[in-house]
């Protein structure tokens, strides 16, 4: 009887053990198949473009929404005063556009190294046009850094600022044309201030003209 006993016992044991195995490895069957599931569902939406709204508008995230790639320098804000434009000429501007557009200078003064900035710096004169630039340009690389540091300006120069002031307007016209942006403290009845002397525009006046207008900067 005994024997009889062991024998249904150990049976069990069998059939509880294989119901365990069973239920075991399914579990773990179903675990794997989870998992590869969820791989193969990443993998087919990692080339899905999240899409945002901004301002009532819809930008896919990785592509067209700006900001998410590096993009070129902002343009000047509406409104903002242009006190590097002159003509055809502009401040930094680099001396072979320079020449192209001037062609090339009457003369040019003997360079001298500033302390200010460590660059070189040398006058070119235009007699014909009443043009002087300061060009300046690293020692060690000339030809690939020369540029206009400074413009002066005196008749017959045709050249216009952006707001369409230039030699021989009146001091009212560049006061009422730059009103806002002038140094009432670097401004008298013989020359206003646009900006500041550490950069900006310069006009001084001889009987109410403008004679000499000035852009950069006339102190460091």
């Known amino acids: ?15 509880v053990t294989g119901l365990y195995d069973h239920f075991l490895n399914k579990y773990i069957m179903r675990t794997i198949f989870l998992i590869v599931g969820v791989a193969v569902l ?12 901004v301002d009532g508008k819809q930008y896919e995230w990785d592509t067209t929404y700006p900001g998410t790639k590096d993009t070129a320098s902002a343009p000047t804000p509406a409104g903002k005063t242009d006190i590097e434009t002159f003509g055809d000429i502009k ?11 001037l062609g090339e ?15 070189m710096h040398q006058d070119w004169t235009w007699k014909a046009k009443g043009l002087v630039l300061n060009m300046s340009y690293d020692k060690t690389k000339q030809e690939s850094t020369t540029a206009i540091y400074t413009i ?17 307007n009146t ?3 560049v006061e009422a044309a730059y009103k806002k942006d002038i140094d009432p403290e670097a401004t008298d009845k013989t ?3 646009v900006g500041s002397v ?3 525009i310069i006009f001084s006046f001889t009987n109410d003209k403008a004679s000499t207008i000035f852009l950069g900067a006339q102190a460091e």
Not at 157 to 163: G, H, I, L, R, S
């Open 1 to 15: 009887m005994a024997a009889e006993y062991e024998h249904v016992f150990f049976q069990a044991i069998r059939v």
């Open 198 to 200: 550490y950069g900006g």
């Open 105 to 119: 200078p009457d003369s040019k003064a003997e360079a001298i190294e500033w302390a200010a900035d460590g660059l």
């Open 91 to 101: 401040l930094g501007q680099a001396s072979a556009e320079t020449i192209k557009v």
């Open 191 to 193: 020359q206003i201030t």
């Open 152 to 168: 002066t300006a005196q008749a017959p120069c045709a050249f216009k600022t952006k707001a369409g002031l230039g030699i021989g």
């Open 171 to 173: 001091y009212s016209e």
């Open 42 to 53: 990443a993998s087919c939406n990692s080339g899905t473009k999240t899409e945002v709204k």
